[in-house]
């Protein structure tokens, strides 16, 4: 199931071919430049007061002893900030009957999680700035905190927001119809419950931002560590009353998003206020600490689902119940309620069952928002499916790798539509589930499996098979009101010496972005990679568009430069032509020079092209004009997502007196379409594989009766380290979209999404024989103890 050869399948095409990212020595000599690396002239800091509880009436604020110390220029409270900032909501007009009170940068009455910033304090340094915190003296009246998730649920509840009618945030259900008769009818039902932690990103490098607000021209300038510059000049434009024209966002390295930095935090606001306020640059960079208090959080659910067999073991439908806890707030602009309802539209997608009932709460708490982060609802879509999938096999006593491929789609069957409404152009399951078997050695794990049970080792084998949504249209945010993008753009130009200079709206994260677009522009122009530079994350500089995020830097915005590579390919061999006096079709471009395009003989440098056209236009006939820098925008409009497939498997060692778990080697088969860079396809899956491991095993935010955050630092809460972590064996198939002349769709968060439901199933695998079983994750030692009866 390869990708057809085109002219993207040359032999010594860029398309495919593995290739160093052109920013990693760089970045690995220390030479990267970070939001936190930026110095202006007359810049100041600043930090916040934090709440100290997770709902409380703000009684009083005293800051004159701050104000007082030498060195502090500003402390300001949310009055201050009302006057120059509006408030913002985080809904979306296509989630009907959705609700979220307004938020400002800071709060004027009530705090509503324990870390919410309440003051601002902007001084010559950080260290003063936090000095100065200290002389702040804030009273509370507290209220009551709505923290357990069943418990905002229940009649009469506090109320996160008083002002509202209840902690239901937004509430939907979809029904094809007849589920109730179908169950009814059923030969075998299985049933269980599901309980998700949440967790956090824990990114590489913090937030971080720099506002610099010039009132003589006008202008506001923000170095942001974010992935979306364009989403935010507008945001910024419309909050502060400032011409768009007049905003500039630059997003220099960035050490890693998920997913993280796309959204609106109350600090940032802030920060641009207070620029404002003073005149003057201010820099504010998030401590671990703090970004375990205010970063978005992610994956708390509960889910319960039940799913319907017949005699044979065909699955005939599901029925499912997702209610998810998502913070005091929704969050802007993309909202908190995309997780649920992808949880809901994604479960059960890998198989043809075509009768389906699911609803979703989305309930307000006082714990930190919840939001997007790395594969959006994926993991927990895939760990209800394919656990209900290995309890309904073991309920007819069938071997999940056969009760698979009973019941996957069959890869000839698409196109298709799922019963939750997605369109699905063309996916191969089958493929990936027999690739996968043979890449284990699947009835060699289990033949050692058994082996060592008799012998008191008990290991787990489990599978979990998966659909990813990348390339999203502007059936994603767009249909809701939201000003953002889902197209990208390129202006790519011949410089006076034959090297090429692409300025492009998708940016660079750390996936290799500049890497993807240098080879897709370097193919098209037949000329070296190093020939061509990329720019990315500066709205002065680069067009509009989208940016980065739901994996769509090389499906959209590789095919953006794709075709502007082909525009500008054509113009040059206009020019060639003339010169050669030559028909253009009768061209090429090979290795840097125009050739004869039937006998690949070479006849002129794209160099000296570039000479005459920059500098003897003159010899040129009369009227000619080259046009050697191109601007095109392209934004998908076949299937609204491009969605992308595979298979995971895990294969790990349960010590029943401990709970502990030994990862012993990870298993991925995965199809994002046409791979441009092996390499960084591999590295992508391998992150994701990683972070949702670490959700699997490790990553909880665990909070208190009270609200408080318990593990709020890398000393308690615990990431996946190398020395835990497995071989992780990747295999590829190739479906390409036809939207698209690429074909290439995301590979960004297909790891993350199978990796937790695969272990999942492998430690119940382990378990089995001791008639126990774990359905919440993270998987930790107590919760295996448990299990077993022996905690």
Same mark, same amino acid.
């Given at each position: 199931?390869t990708?057809?050869?085109?002219?993207?399948?040359?032999?010594?095409?860029?398309?495919?071919?593995?290739?160093q990212r052109?920013?990693?020595?760089?970045?690995?000599?220390?030479?990267?430049?970070?939001?936190?690396d930026v110095?202006?002239?007359?810049?100041?800091h600043?930090?916040?007061l934090r709440?100290?509880?997770?709902?409380a009436r @703000?009684a009083? @604020?005293?800051?004159?002893r701050?104000?007082?110390?030498?060195?502090?220029?500003?402390?300001a409270?949310g009055t201050?900030?009302?006057?120059?900032?509006?408030?913002?909501?985080?809904?979306?007009?296509?989630?009907?009957?959705?609700?979220?009170?307004?938020?400002l940068?800071?709060?004027?009455?009530?705090?509503v999680?324990?870390?919410?910033?309440?003051?601002?304090?902007v001084?010559?340094?950080?260290?003063?700035a936090?000095?100065?915190?200290?002389?702040?003296?804030?009273?509370y009246? $507290?209220?009551?905190a709505?923290?357990?998730?069943?418990?905002?649920?229940?009649?009469?509840?506090?109320?996160?927001?008083?002002?509202?009618? /209840?902690?239901?945030?937004?509430?939907?259900?979809?029904?094809?119809?007849?589920?109730?008769?179908?169950f009814?009818?059923?030969?075998? &039902?299985?049933?269980e419950?599901?309980?998700?932690?949440?967790h956090?990103?824990?990114?590489? $490098?913090?937030?971080?931002?720099?506002?610099?607000?010039?009132?003589d021209?006008?202008?506001? *300038?923000?170095?942001?560590?974010?992935?979306?510059?364009?989403?935010?000049?507008?945001?910024y434009?419309?909050?502060?009353?400032?011409?768009?024209?007049?905003?500039?966002?630059?997003? #220099?390295?960035? %050490?890693?998003?998920?997913?993280?930095?796309?959204?609106?935090?109350?600090?940032?606001?802030?920060?641009?206020?207070?620029?404002i306020?003073?005149r003057?640059?201010?820099?504010?960079?998030a401590?671990?600490?703090?970004?375990?208090?205010?970063?978005?959080h992610?994956?708390?659910?509960?889910?319960?689902?039940?799913?319907?067999?017949?005699?044979? /073991?065909? @699955?005939?439908?599901?029925?499912?119940?997702?209610?998810?806890?998502?913070?005091?707030f929704?969050?802007?602009?993309?909202?908190s309620?995309?997780?649920?309802?992808?949880?809901?539209?994604?479960?059960?997608? +890998?198989?043809?069952f075509?009768?389906y009932?699911?609803?979703?709460?989305?309930?307000?708490?006082?714990?930190?928002?919840?939001?997007q982060?790395?594969?959006v609802g994926?993991?927990?879509?895939?760990?209800?499916?394919?656990?209900?999938?290995?309890l309904?096999?073991?309920?007819?006593?069938?071997?999940?790798?056969e009760?698979?491929?009973?019941n996957?789609?069959?890869?000839?069957?698409?196109?298709?539509?799922?019963?939750?409404?997605?369109?699905?152009?063309?996916?191969?399951?089958?493929v990936?589930?027999?690739?996968?078997?043979k890449?284990?050695?699947?009835? =060699?794990?289990?033949?050692e499996?058994?082996?060592?049970?008799?012998?008191?080792?008990?290991?787990?084998?489990?599978?979990?098979?998966?659909?990813?949504?990348?390339?999203?249209?502007?059936?994603?945010? /767009?249909?809701g009101?939201?000003?953002?993008?889902?197209?990208?753009?390129?202006t790519?130009?011949?410089?006076?010496?034959?090297?090429?200079?692409?300025?492009?709206?998708?940016?660079?994260?750390?996936?290799?972005t500049?890497a993807?677009v240098?080879?897709?522009?370097?193919?098209q122009? %037949?000329?070296?990679?190093?020939?061509?530079?990329v720019?990315?994350?500066?709205?002065e500089?680069? #067009?509009? =568009?989208?940016?980065?995020?739901?994996?769509?830097?090389a499906?959209?915005?590789?095919? *953006?430069?794709?075709?502007?590579?082909?525009?500008?390919?054509?113009?040059i061999?206009?020019?060639?032509?003339?010169?050669?006096?030559?028909q253009?079709?009768?061209?090429?471009?090979?290795?840097?020079?125009?050739v004869?395009?039937?006998?690949r003989?070479q006849?002129?440098a794209?160099?000296e092209?570039?000479?005459?056209?920059?500098?003897?236009?003159?010899?040129?006939?009369?009227?000619?004009?080259?046009?050697? *820098?191109?601007?095109?925008?392209?934004?998908?409009?076949?299937?609204p997502?491009?969605?992308?497939? %595979? @298979?995971?498997?895990?294969?790990?060692?349960?010590?029943?007196?401990?709970?502990?778990?030994?990862?012993?080697?990870?298993?991925?088969?995965?199809?994002? /379409?046409?791979?441009?860079?092996?390499?960084?396809?591999? $590295?992508?899956?391998?992150?994701?594989v990683?972070?949702?491991?670490?959700?699997?095993?490790?990553?909880?935010?665990?909070?208190?009766? *009270?609200?408080?955050?318990?593990?709020?630092?890398?000393?308690?809460?615990? &990431?996946?380290?190398?020395?835990?972590?497995p071989?992780?064996?990747i295999?590829?198939v190739?479906? +390409?979209?036809?939207d698209?002349?690429?074909?290439?769709k995301?590979?960004?968060?297909?790891?993350?999404?199978?990796?937790?439901?695969?272990?999942?199933?492998?430690?119940?695998?382990?378990?089995?024989?001791?008639?126990?079983?774990?359905?919440?994750?993270?998987?930790?030692?107590a919760?295996?103890?448990?299990?077993?009866?022996?905690?």
């Amino acid at each position: 199931m390869t990708a057809p050869l085109t002219s993207l399948d040359r032999p010594n095409s860029y398309i495919g071919r593995s290739v160093q990212r052109p920013n990693a020595k760089r970045l690995l000599a220390g030479r990267g430049h970070y939001v936190t690396d930026v110095k202006l002239p007359r810049m100041l800091h600043a930090a916040f007061l934090r709440s100290p509880h997770a709902h409380a009436r @703000i009684a009083s @604020i005293d800051v004159e002893r701050a104000r007082a110390l030498d060195g502090v220029h500003l402390v300001a409270t949310g009055t201050d900030l009302a006057k120059i900032c509006t408030p913002w909501t985080g809904t979306l007009d296509h989630f009907k009957g959705m609700t979220s009170e307004p938020q400002l940068a800071l709060p004027l009455e009530r705090v509503v999680w324990a870390g919410q910033a309440v003051v601002a304090v902007v001084a010559e340094s950080r260290a003063l700035a936090e000095d100065a915190l200290e002389l702040i003296t804030a009273n509370y009246e $507290e209220l009551p905190a709505v923290v357990d998730l069943d418990e905002a649920r229940k009649p009469g509840a506090p109320l996160v927001n008083p002002a509202g009618h /209840g902690n239901i945030c937004f509430r939907s259900q979809l029904d094809s119809g007849g589920v109730d008769d179908t169950f009814a009818r059923a030969a075998h &039902v299985a049933d269980e419950e599901f309980s998700f932690g949440r967790h956090t990103p824990v990114t590489l $490098e913090p937030r971080a931002i720099v506002a610099d607000y010039d009132p003589d021209a006008g202008t506001l *300038t923000v170095h942001h560590a974010t992935q979306t510059p364009y989403q935010f000049q507008d945001l910024y434009s419309r909050h502060f009353g400032i011409p768009e024209a007049r905003v500039r966002v630059i997003a #220099p390295d960035i %050490g890693g998003s998920f997913g993280m930095k796309l959204h609106v935090y109350h600090e940032d606001m802030a920060v641009v206020g207070l620029s404002i306020l003073l005149r003057r640059p201010v820099k504010f960079v998030a401590d671990r600490i703090e970004s375990f208090v205010s970063d978005i959080h992610a994956r708390d659910h509960r889910v319960r689902a039940r799913m319907a067999l017949d005699e044979s /073991g065909e @699955i005939l439908a599901m029925d499912v119940h997702d209610v998810t806890a998502i913070g005091a707030f929704s969050t802007y602009p993309r909202t908190s309620v995309v997780e649920g309802n992808q949880v809901i539209r994604l479960i059960g997608a +890998p198989y043809r069952f075509k009768t389906y009932r699911a609803a979703l709460e989305v309930i307000f708490q006082n714990k930190v928002q919840t939001s997007q982060y790395r594969a959006v609802g994926h993991p927990i879509a895939c760990a209800v499916t394919e656990r209900m999938v290995d309890l309904a096999a073991r309920r007819i006593g069938r071997d999940p790798f056969e009760f698979r491929a009973q019941n996957l789609i069959a890869d000839d069957a698409y196109p298709l539509t799922s019963p939750t409404g997605y369109k699905f152009e063309a996916l191969s399951h089958q493929v990936c589930l027999e690739r996968l078997r043979k890449m284990m050695d699947y009835d =060699g794990l289990r033949a050692e499996q058994a082996g060592l049970r008799s012998r008191g080792i008990h290991r787990g084998i489990g599978i979990a098979s998966f659909v990813e949504i990348t390339n999203p249209s502007p059936a994603f945010y /767009g249909v809701g009101g939201a000003r953002i993008s889902s197209q990208d753009g390129a202006t790519i130009s011949l410089t006076p010496s034959g090297e090429i200079r692409c300025a492009i709206s998708v940016t660079e994260q750390g996936q290799g972005t500049e890497a993807i677009v240098s080879q897709i522009v370097a193919d098209q122009l %037949g000329l070296a990679q190093e020939q061509v530079k990329v720019i990315t994350g500066d709205t002065e500089v680069t #067009p509009h =568009g989208g940016a980065t995020w739901a994996c769509r830097g090389a499906g959209i915005g590789g095919e *953006t430069a794709l075709q502007a590579a082909r525009v500008l390919k054509a113009n040059i061999l206009d020019i060639a032509a003339l010169v050669l006096q030559e028909q253009p079709s009768a061209l090429d471009i090979e290795s840097g020079e125009i050739v004869d395009a039937a006998t690949r003989q070479q006849r002129i440098a794209v160099a000296e092209i570039a000479r005459i056209a920059y500098f003897r236009s003159d010899t040129l006939p009369p009227g000619t004009q080259a046009q050697l *820098t191109v601007s095109h925008h392209f934004a998908p409009q076949g299937y609204p997502f491009a969605f992308t497939n %595979g @298979i995971q498997g895990c294969h790990l060692e349960l010590d029943v007196e401990t709970g502990f778990i030994r990862l012993l080697k990870h298993f991925v088969v995965e199809d994002c /379409g046409r791979i441009i860079n092996p390499m960084l396809v591999d $590295e992508q899956l391998r992150g994701g594989v990683v972070q949702g491991l670490g959700a699997a095993l490790f990553e909880e935010c665990r909070y208190g009766e *009270t609200g408080q955050l318990l593990n709020g630092s890398l000393v308690d809460y615990l &990431v996946p380290m190398a020395m835990e972590m497995p071989d992780i064996v990747i295999d590829h198939v190739e479906t +390409p979209t036809k939207d698209t002349v690429l074909g290439a769709k995301g590979c960004g968060e297909a790891g993350t999404a199978a990796a937790s439901a695969c272990v999942l199933n492998a430690v119940n695998d382990a378990l089995a024989p001791f008639g126990a079983s774990v359905n919440a994750i993270p998987i930790t030692p107590a919760r295996v103890l448990k299990a077993l009866g022996r905690f």
